[in-house]
């Protein structure tokens, strides 16, 4: 009798055990738990990492805060009648898009500038481009460039039919997706020449379309320093500037990017890139 009164005694603790040992499991296991009286470690998730001093014109580029996922899950993307021209001018900001690559005599060239200067710029890149040249489209992504799509072969969407069009983004998207890890977001009708098909499709594929401000017309070879000259002229809050990373040689506009973007910054602009905004 004694044995069987210890036995039901002892069944009795190990199932408070149990019951408790659970409870504390699922203690830590919850949202914020876990050593709540503890000061927090400097070593903490999400702290950051110590870093070298910023040089004198690379403070202007830290308030930014376009970059980064959207707050809110995305709407449909509007159908518009025409392509947005600027962005908006939150302080001197300033938008550097290149058109037509990637392009290995060139693109590196060009990233290797805005690695330089801690900035970041948007790429419209042509389907067969990319799609010879896949490396460059990670090295975009890795460096926290945005890209846009031009299109596969960069043809003058006016004289398409509705199908070519679509199959003309589409395809571009996909090789985006591919190597740069997300579908572009923005894109750009080559010659600028825009149609109710282009907006409409775009809008299809959830891209808005996205034009220029200031264009350098470096595809003429004008020369670097008028190159120079027409980015720094028409520099203004929430223009767009127009330049090419291919399509014939770049190589002025490589050497105009390395003059025109120290000036920009010790000038106080802030060299952005658009955030989408989501409704």
């Known amino acids: 009798m004694q044995k069987d009164h210890l ?22 296991l919850a949202p914020g738990a876990g050593n709540r009286g503890a000061p927090a470690s400097p070593l903490a998730a999400g702290a950051p990492a110590a870093r070298r001093p910023l040089r004198p014109s690379e403070y202007r580029l830290r308030p930014l ?4 996922p959207p707050r809110a899950a995305p709407g449909r993307t509007p159908v518009r009648k025409e392509p947005l021209l600027k962005v908006p001018d939150d302080g001197r900001t300033v938008v550097l898009t290149f058109d037509d690559g990637p392009d290995p005599r060139y693109t590196p060239g ?5 690695a330089r200067y801690e900035v970041r ?6 389907g067969e481009m990319a799609a010879y ?25 006016t004289k398409l039919r509705r199908r070519t069009i679509r199959s003309e983004m589409e395809r571009t998207s996909d090789v985006v997706e591919q190597h740069y890890g997300a579908r572009p977001e923005w894109f750009r009708a080559p010659y600028g020449a825009w ?4 907006f409409e499709l775009g809008a299809e594929l959830g891209m808005e379309p996205l034009a220029w401000t200031v264009d350098t017309l470096d595809w003429t070879e004008p020369g670097t320093r008028t190159i120079v000259g027409r980015v720094e002229d028409g520099a203004a809050p929430g223009v767009v500037v127009l330049s090419h990373d291919a399509g014939g040689d770049r190589s002025q506009s ?16 802030h060299v952005t890139v658009p955030r989408r905004e989501y409704v």
Do not use: Q
């Not at 036995?7 to 830590?28: E, M």
């Not at 805060?65 to 980064?68: D, F, I, K, R």
């Not at 710029?121 to 042509?126: D, I, N």
């Not at 926290?144 to 003058?156: A, E, I």
């Open 7 to 28: 036995l039901t005694r002892r069944r009795a603790l190990l199932a408070a055990a149990a019951t408790l040992g659970a409870a504390g499991v699922a203690a830590a």
């Open 65 to 68: 805060t376009g970059y980064g």
């Open 110 to 114: 060009i990233l290797d500038t805005l």
């Open 121 to 126: 710029a948007m790429f419209f890149v042509c």
């Open 133 to 157: 040249n896949p490396y460059l489209l990670a090295r975009m992504a890795d460096e926290g460039h945005v890209v846009g799509n031009h299109t596969w072969s960069h043809p003058l969407l």
């Open 195 to 198: 149609n109710r098909a282009a």
């Open 254 to 269: 490589v050497k105009a990017l390395r003059s025109y973007l120290p000036h920009l910054l010790d000038s106080g602009y």
